[in-house]
């Protein structure tokens, strides 16, 4: 038994591709740098299971966020993440990009996101959601709002949404 709303249920019953943001959704949004300059995240063990379920049911996985970091690209590696887009300061058109590429319709996409350059994307796709502790406007515009703050597993309870919704 779930306790999704019924219009959530029906928007990620849709989903065919899932996008996540990074810093703020996969992470708390914290930036960590040594001192030889490396960047340094944490990321939740919860969370990479929630891609890996999501990806095991045939749900493509991808990323798109505004910083470069090679732990990213490590992380996503690990977990089978093949569509890993950094640097990206407009998140738009990589996602039009990637729906054209793998002909995927925005109304069958979820983006989650934290912040302002989320926006976009979140007003675009068929499921945009927010993560509990996201920038008022962004939980404003989204169409669900996890319970759990990015970092903490919120990407999971994204993925227990849209796996719940495949089985009703």
Not at 36 to 47: M, S, T
Not at 50 to 75: F, H, Y
Not at 88 to 98: A, C, H, I, Y
């Amino acid at each position: 038994m779930n306790d999704f709303p019924d219009d959530v249920l029906k928007r990620a019953a849709r989903v065919r591709l899932a996008i996540f943001d990074v810093d703020g959704v996969l992470t708390d949004g914290k930036l960590f740098f040594t001192d030889d300059g490396r960047e340094i995240k944490a990321f939740h063990a919860h969370d990479g299971l929630g891609l890996k379920r999501l990806q095991n049911a045939g749900i493509t996985v991808a990323i798109i966020t505004t910083r470069e970091s090679p732990i990213v690209s490590q992380r996503m590696a690990e977990l089978g993440v093949d569509h890993v887009y950094q640097g990206q300061k407009e998140k738009l058109p990589v996602f039009e990009s990637l729906c054209t590429a793998l002909k995927i319709e925005p109304e069958a996409v979820a983006y989650t996101g934290d912040d302002l350059p989320d926006l976009p994307l979140i007003e675009r796709v068929g499921l945009g959601i927010a993560v509990a502790n996201a920038h008022p406007s962004v939980r404003e515009a989204a169409h669900w709002v996890t319970r759990t703050p990015g970092g903490e597993g919120a990407a999971r309870e994204v993925s227990d949404l849209i796996l719940s919704a495949r089985e009703d």
